[in-house]
């Protein structure tokens, strides 16, 4: 088991040069055409309490490029957990992945993140006329995009590999054993769909 950089280096060796060069701090042309066109996002962050991964979505190009160094992430309703949020109050270091339906390749950018109330950028980000609680903005440190291989091996994006949800426990049908069948489980799956529908933003 590898305790030090170098036993792990001895496992791996060192990247070849286009990995490295690869990262770079701001968003190059070719990296903002991968931000605009990307509809998912997952942010990483770190608090007193441990790591959080947040999934977060839209329309492509819902996280805006303030300008190359600067992104602005939108923060739609959620579960009001808020555990990324409560992570950047304490410490501002983020992750970001983007993911580009269909694309296999992914790109990461990590930075540091602040949290804006600014009344007139909540605005900017409104839908259907309901802006976002806050808007996260991110100064960037680096970006890099990794390769296809991961969604290659994975086959993510490929229809024949996609599971049905009915091969998966429901929302409803998890919320009920975690609650020790208090819950009214198939209830909650039948009003889910127009749930989602009404409070979506």
Partial sequence: MPTTIDELEAVYGQPPERAMRKEITYL?????????????????????????????????????ILDPRTLAIPDRRGNNRIDNLRNIVTDPRVSLLFLVPGIGET????????????????????VEGKPPRSVIRVDIESV??????????????????????????????????????????????????????????
């Avoid at 931000?35 to 839209?58: E, H, L, Q, Y």
């Avoid at 990590?110 to 900017?124: F, H, K, M």
């Avoid at 086959?155 to 609650?179: F, I, K, T």
Wanted: aromatic share 10%.
């Fill in 28 to 64: 190059n042309a070719d990296y903002q055409a991968f931000v605009t066109a990307s509809p998912f996002v997952v942010m990483s962050s770190v608090g007193p309490d441990g790591t959080d991964c947040s999934p977060k979505g839209d329309a492509p190009g819902f996280v805006r």
């Fill in 107 to 126: 790109l990461r950018v990590n930075g540091r993140a602040s949290i804006s109330l600014e009344p007139d950028l909540l605005a900017s980000f409104a």
């Fill in 144 to 201: 890099y995009f990794h390769c296809a291989k991961a969604a290659i091996r994975s086959g993510l994006w490929d229809p024949a590999r996609h599971v049905e949800r009915a091969a998966l426990p429901s929302p409803g049908a998890m919320h009920q054993r975690l609650s020790d069948g208090s819950f009214d489980g198939d209830a909650y799956d039948r009003v889910l769909p127009e749930h989602i529908k009404a409070t979506l933003y």
